[in-house]
């Protein structure tokens, strides 16, 4: 099983990037997906998170309407389109997956993780 995260990179405040998610090895409309980021020094935190139908979707505060999450299962890929970058949003950033249905928010309820792309905002 592998999660490929990519599309990370430098971005200027006021930017955009976008995140891909590429499963392998098993059916990603199996699963709910979250992102996830975790800047130096501080803990991992949650970004957003989508269900396997795509109809329920939660966001982080500091990134709503900012960031959109999105999922095509027939690519087997998730993304994470990322606009009006700021220097916070500085951090690694992960996928994961899940099969439950509860708390999309907590990094305990993700079954398998990513290895994660990096993303750096300069101002």
């Known amino acids: 099983v592998q999660l490929q995260a990519s599309g990370g990179g430098l971005a200027q405040a006021g930017g955009s990037l976008r995140l891909s998610c590429a499963a392998s090895?098993?059916?990603?409309?199996?699963?709910?997906i979250g992102w996830f980021r975790q800047a130096p020094g501080k803990e991992r935190e949650f970004v957003a998170a989508?269900?396997?139908?795509?109809?329920?979707?939660y966001y982080a505060d500091s990134v709503k309407g900012r960031y959109t999450i999105s999922r095509d299962n027939a690519k087997n890929t998730a993304y994470l389109q990322m606009n009006s970058l700021k220097p916070e949003d500085t951090a690694i950033y992960y996928c994961a997956i899940r099969s439950g249905v509860a708390s999309p928010r907590s990094t305990t309820e993700y079954d398998f993780w990513g290895q994660g792309t990096e993303v750096t905002v300069s101002s």
């Open positions: 090895q098993l059916h990603l409309d199996d699963y709910a």
């Open positions: 989508i269900s396997r139908s795509g109809i329920s979707i």
